[in-house]
T-cell receptor, first 116, second 114 residues
Framework: AQTVTQSQPEMSVQEAETVTLSCTYDTSENNYYLFWYKQPPSRQMILVIRQEAYKQQNATENRFSVNFQKAAKSFSLKISDSQLGDTAMYFCAFMKPSGSGYALNFGKGTSLLVTP | ETGVTQSPTHLIKTRGQQVTLRCSSQSGHNTVSWYQQALGQGPQFIFQYYREEENGRGNFPPRFSGLQFPNYSSELNVNALELDDSALYLC?????????????FGEGSRLTVL
């Protein structure tokens, strides 16, 4: 079974600053996907960024980028120019594509607070 | 484009009772997954439905069951409720095309078992 570990339960950053959230995972698979999902307070979870394991290039989405280290099984999320609206729980997730469904394995999450 | 909607948003049950949670998938999505998110934890995969058939299941007992209807909406049923079943239940839909893996979540149904 795949496990996802987020070692930072809570983090805080000032507006306009940069913050990095950590994630490690354990798998014996070679082909998989990694995700960062954002869950704002009392709002639905949305995808922030996705990385295919076979791609060496790190994914970027505007202010969000990842540092994917496949050998180290590490997948950190960097948020640049933090905004108040980035305050949320952030979940790292792993998925192994298979014919029997696409189940996400989530970490326990990191609560990010962006302060003025 | 209508997103994923879930009902009810909140409900309270007592131990031993049964509950049904409902989910309408996003337009054009034919796959629905259910997740349980306990307080302070990440979501855990319960099961997934595709074309009205269960298509993958996590480590949950048989008293957790589901249905998917021809319009791709879905129900999650939990029998013999236990206190530990108190959680936010998330429904997520996705198109069954390729394996991009992105899920589109509803806001969840918060179940409290007393």
């Amino acid at each position: 079974a795949q496990t996802v570990t987020q070692s930072q339960p809570e983090m805080s950053v000032q507006e306009a600053e940069t913050v990095t959230l950590s994630c490690t995972y354990d798998t014996s698979e070679n082909n998989y996907y990694l995700f960062w999902y954002k869950q704002p307070p009392s709002r639905q979870m949305i995808l922030v960024i996705r990385q295919e394991a076979y791609k060496q290039q790190n994914a970027t989405e505007n202010r969000f980028s990842v540092n994917f280290q496949k050998a180290a099984k590490s997948f950190s999320l960097k948020i640049s120019d933090s905004q108040l609206g980035d305050t949320a729980m952030y979940f790292c997730a792993f998925m192994k594509p298979s014919g029997s469904g696409y189940a996400l394995n989530f970490g326990k999450g990191t609560s990010l607070l962006v302060t003025p | 484009e209508t997103g994923v909607t879930q009902s009810p948003t909140h409900l309270i049950k007592t131990r031993g009772q049964q509950v049904t949670l409902r989910c309408s998938s996003q337009s054009g999505h034919n796959t629905v997954s259910w997740y349980q998110q306990a307080l302070g934890q990440g979501p855990q995969f319960i099961f997934q439905y595709y074309r009205e058939e269960e298509n993958g299941r996590g480590n949950f007992p048989p008293r957790f069951s589901g249905l998917q209807f021809p319009n791709y909406s879905s129900e999650l049923n939990v029998n013999a409720l236990e206190l530990d079943d108190s959680a936010l239940y998330l429904c997520a839909s996705s198109p069954r095309t390729g394996s991009s893996g992105e899920l589109f979540f509803g806001e969840g149904s918060r179940l409290t078992v007393l």
